[in-house]
């Protein structure tokens, strides 16, 4: 069993950053794949990053590589990302997921609630 609870989100302008962070209860966070995702209003949930268990793998979605870096701390339970360059198309919740396979692609077992990001033009 995984808790998962995201934070980090606000509203900034084009051009910001902001760094979303997960944090994760449970003994085992060290052993799953981490993805975060986004919902943008009126659309569907979209993959944005994933990270390997280890950290040594990652994968971005082409609407955020170069702008956003996925990372994570298994000391401190909690997965990260860094937003940069933020646009107003990045408006949306941001959702972090973990799964319990290598892959970074759904089905994810735990879902967290969610941050809003807001980006003004």
């Known amino acids: 069993q995984l808790s998962l609870v995201e934070s980090g989100g606000g509203l900034v302008q084009a051009g910001g950053s902001l760094r979303l962070s997960c944090a994760a209860s449970?003994?085992?966070?060290?052993?799953?794949?981490m993805g975060w995702f986004r919902r943008a209003p009126g659309q569907e949930r979209e993959f944005t990053a994933g990270i390997s268990y280890n950290g040594a793998k990652t994968h971005y979605a082409d609407s955020v590589k170069g702008r956003f870096t996925i990372s994570r701390d298994n000391a401190k339970n909690t997965v990260y990302l860094q937003m940069n360059s933020l646009k107003p198309e990045d408006t949306a919740v941001y959702y972090c997921?973990?799964?319990?396979?290598?892959?970074?692609?759904?089905?994810?077992?735990?879902w967290g609630q969610g941050t809003r990001v807001t980006v003004s033009s």
């Open positions: 997921a973990a799964n319990q396979t290598p892959r970074v692609a759904e089905p994810y077992d735990y």
């Open positions: 449970g003994r085992t966070f060290g052993s799953y794949t």
